[in-house]
């Protein structure tokens, strides 16, 4: 089945991909543009395993206040170059992340990291193996594996703070 410009364009507009890689992920899912996309996640996953050691000396620091200054959140997240930083996928990721914390209140970052005593399992209370709040399917750390699949570099969040009036 013969690939058209226009489903490729799609697919770009949806998931980042450059032009070949869109073309080649319909090729392959021929014509599925559901496949394609799951295509194109298996590559990003693959791709930001071998990213993952590179150094991230870059990023934002992201501040977010919600429920009338009764919460308030700040989340680091880093990226290899500053020009990365400057995308507008990344800072949307940054801001993604606070609002999670802010509504999610985790932990800690990873399950490992989730102390003894606490309700709940690690993955629950573990900010990457959480489930997005804006997309019940997908985890934070898929999240921030499709940056890193857009961008080309390592993307990753250093640390976050949670802070809640009275709390």
């Not at 500053?82 to 990873?110: S, W």
């Not at 709940?120 to 399917?137: H, P, R, V």
């Given at each position: 089945?013969?690939?058209?410009?226009?489903?490729?364009?799609?697919?770009?507009?949806?998931?980042?991909?450059?032009?070949?890689?869109?073309?080649?992920?319909?090729?392959?899912?021929?014509?599925?543009?559901?496949?394609?996309?799951?295509?194109?996640?298996?590559?990003?996953?693959?791709?930001?395993?071998?990213?993952?050691?590179?150094?991230?000396?870059?990023?934002?620091?992201?501040a977010y206040i919600h429920g009338g200054?009764?919460?308030?959140?700040?989340?680091?997240?880093?990226?290899?170059?500053?020009?990365?930083?400057r995308t507008d996928g990344f800072r949307?990721?940054?801001?993604?992340?606070?609002?999670?914390?802010?509504?999610?209140?985790?932990?800690?970052?990873?399950?490992?990291?989730?102390?003894?005593?606490?309700?709940?399992?690690?993955?629950?209370?573990?900010?990457?193996?959480?489930?997005?709040?804006?997309?019940?399917?997908?985890?934070?750390?898929?999240?921030?594996?499709?940056?890193?699949?857009?961008?080309?570099?390592?993307?990753?969040?250093?640390?976050?703070?949670?802070?809640?009036?009275?709390?």
């Amino acid at each position: 089945m013969a690939v058209s410009t226009e489903d490729v364009k799609k697919l770009r507009e949806e998931t980042g991909a450059g032009v070949m890689d869109a073309k080649r992920a319909l090729d392959e899912a021929e014509g599925n543009f559901e496949k394609a996309k799951a295509v194109l996640r298996e590559r990003g996953m693959a791709a930001a395993a071998k990213r993952s050691e590179r150094e991230t000396g870059q990023g934002v620091v992201e501040a977010y206040i919600h429920g009338g200054g009764r919460i308030g959140v700040i989340v680091e997240v880093q990226c290899e170059t500053d020009f990365v930083a400057r995308t507008d996928g990344f800072r949307q990721l940054a801001k993604d992340v606070a609002m999670q914390i802010a509504a999610m209140n985790p932990l800690a970052l990873t399950p490992e990291e989730v102390p003894a005593e606490h309700n709940g399992t690690a993955e629950e209370n573990a900010l990457l193996t959480q489930n997005f709040i804006k997309d019940g399917s997908r985890t934070i750390q898929q999240l921030v594996q499709d940056v890193v699949a857009t961008t080309g570099e390592n993307v990753r969040i250093a640390r976050f703070s949670r802070f809640e009036l009275g709390a």
